[in-house]
């Protein structure tokens, strides 16, 4: 009976031709147990979610260069349902939706969408790439990916890059990387947890800060191996405790010490791993921060955080965001981009934080 009295009160809309008020009702979020409420992400799986409306929608979209439509509707889906929607399109139209999004969009905009339309693992191995690839090497990107994953998303990182492009992830990796940042980053993508997740370990926790403590005696070549070992063997509860520990036998921070003894890329990652190992919300609100200061912004930066960290951790980021710099991502980002790639980053973002 419900279902018949809804759908009779959407019968008389159309007849009154309302289809604006009930694309606004479909937009409203809606109370129900399904939905995932206790996530820390921004963008939450749609309630009234219909693919076939949705892909049917975006046609005639792309039709009209109707970009704002794109926008409404890739924004407030969840990966999984936008796979759905690219897979009910492709059988209504016998088109591909990525390429027609491609021919209507351009700049920000067009490069938020369609890293929307990536799964996950696909947007992560197509970032290591654009960062190893041509002249140079990005090892900010490098570094910021591959610190702030799970061992379990590395793995599927790994896999699909080899998918995506035919070539191996750890190969590129030591042709494209300097010594001691290639050992690192090569670590991280192997990572295994050794201690015992969930349990307090003293023994090992004096241990582990010891052996980095030995590693930077006065007078002597810093060793990086036991850093790395240790940053990329253990969790992140356990290795808090250990900075705690080296703090009070080294008489400085674990960051203080890796800035004096350690320099170049090895320094950059291993400082991005630490700040990933305390808090990876205020180190990818920084991220975003210095992506948007200054003359101009960086897209790749803001990308990078706000599409993957969309449905993991975003209102984290937002929180961080906020205590840092006095004032919310929202707010930022409406004065720092304009258009439709202004509406794309917000609709991300989610909301003010006052």
Same mark, same amino acid.
């Not at 693992?121 to 990005?138: C, I, K, S």
């Not at 670590?187 to 969930?198: S, T, V």
């Not at 003359?295 to 937002?318: A, F, I, K, M, T």
């Given at each position: 009976?419900?279902?018949?009295?809804?759908?009779?009160?959407? +019968?008389?809309?159309?007849?009154?031709?309302?289809?604006?008020?009930?694309?606004?009702?479909?937009?409203?979020?809606?109370?129900?147990?399904?939905?995932?409420?206790?996530?820390?992400?921004?963008?939450?799986?749609?309630?009234?979610?219909?693919?076939?409306?949705?892909?049917?929608?975006?046609?005639?979209?792309?039709?009209?260069?109707?970009?704002?439509?794109?926008?409404?509707?890739?924004?407030?889906?969840?990966?999984?349902?936008?796979?759905?929607?690219?897979?009910?399109?492709?059988?209504?139209?016998?088109?591909?939706?990525?390429?027609?999004?491609?021919?209507?969009?351009?700049?920000?905009?067009?490069?938020?969408?369609?890293?929307?339309?990536?799964?996950?693992?696909?947007?992560?191995?197509?970032?290591?790439?654009?960062?190893?690839?041509?002249?140079?090497?990005? +090892?900010?990107?490098?570094?910021?990916?591959?610190?702030?994953?799970?061992?379990?998303?590395?793995?599927?990182?790994?896999?699909?890059?080899?998918?995506?492009?035919?070539?191996?992830?750890? +190969?590129?990796?030591?042709?494209?990387?300097?010594?001691?940042?290639?050992?690192?980053?090569?670590?991280?993508?192997?990572?295994?947890?050794?201690?015992?997740?969930?349990?307090?370990?003293?023994?090992?926790?004096?241990?582990?800060?010891?052996?980095?403590?030995?590693?930077?005696?006065?007078?002597?070549?810093?060793?990086?191996?036991?850093?790395?070992?240790?940053?990329?063997?253990?969790?992140?509860?356990?290795?808090?405790?250990?900075?705690?520990?080296?703090?009070?036998?080294?008489?400085?921070?674990?960051?203080?010490? =890796?800035?004096?003894?350690?320099?170049?890329?090895?320094?950059?990652?291993?400082?991005?791993?630490?700040?990933?190992?305390?808090?990876?919300?205020?180190?990818?609100?920084?991220?975003?921060?210095?992506?948007?200061?200054?003359?101009?912004?960086?897209?790749?930066?803001?990308?990078?955080?706000?599409?993957?960290?969309?449905?993991?951790?975003?209102?984290?980021?937002? =929180?961080?965001?906020?205590?840092?710099?006095?004032?919310?991502?929202?707010?930022?980002?409406?004065?720092?981009?304009?258009?439709?790639?202004?509406?794309?980053?917000?609709?991300?973002?989610?909301? +003010?934080?006052?």
């Amino acid at each position: 009976r419900e279902r018949e009295r809804e759908r009779s009160a959407q +019968e008389v809309l159309r007849d009154c031709g309302m289809d604006y008020l009930l694309e606004a009702l479909e937009t409203m979020p809606v109370t129900e147990a399904a939905m995932c409420w206790g996530t820390l992400g921004t963008v939450r799986p749609f309630v009234n979610f219909r693919p076939e409306r949705d892909a049917r929608a975006l046609a005639a979209a792309m039709t009209n260069k109707d970009v704002n439509t794109l926008v409404r509707i890739l924004t407030n889906r969840t990966n999984a349902q936008r796979q759905q929607v690219a897979q009910v399109y492709r059988s209504l139209t016998n088109q591909e939706l990525v390429p027609g999004l491609k021919k209507v969009l351009s700049g920000g905009v067009q490069a938020v969408l369609l890293g929307l339309m990536m799964t996950p693992p696909v947007f992560d191995a197509h970032q290591l790439r654009n960062a190893m690839e041509g002249l140079g090497t990005d +090892e900010q990107t490098l570094a910021e990916i591959l610190c702030t994953r799970s061992p379990e998303q590395l793995q599927l990182i790994t896999a699909t890059y080899r998918e995506e492009f035919q070539r191996s992830l750890e +190969e590129d990796v030591r042709s494209e990387t300097s010594q001691g940042f290639r050992d690192l980053l090569l670590a991280l993508l192997q990572k295994q947890r050794e201690n015992i997740a969930g349990g307090i370990e003293y023994p090992l926790i004096q241990r582990d800060a010891k052996a980095l403590v030995e590693s930077v005696k006065p007078k002597s070549k810093p060793s990086p191996e036991p850093w790395i070992r240790t940053l990329t063997h253990r969790d992140a509860d356990h290795l808090n405790r250990v900075f705690d520990c080296f703090q009070s036998l080294a008489g400085r921070s674990v960051e203080e010490t =890796v800035q004096a003894a350690f320099s170049g890329d090895l320094r950059l990652g291993l400082l991005i791993l630490v700040r990933s190992i305390r808090n990876t919300p205020e180190l990818l609100a920084d991220t975003v921060h210095r992506a948007l200061k200054g003359v101009g912004q960086q897209s790749g930066p803001l990308l990078r955080v706000l599409v993957p960290r969309s449905e993991e951790d975003l209102l984290s980021v937002r =929180v961080q965001f906020h205590r840092q710099h006095g004032r919310s991502l929202y707010s930022t980002l409406q004065e720092a981009v304009k258009g439709e790639y202004q509406h794309a980053l917000l609709a991300l973002c989610g909301a +003010e934080d006052i």
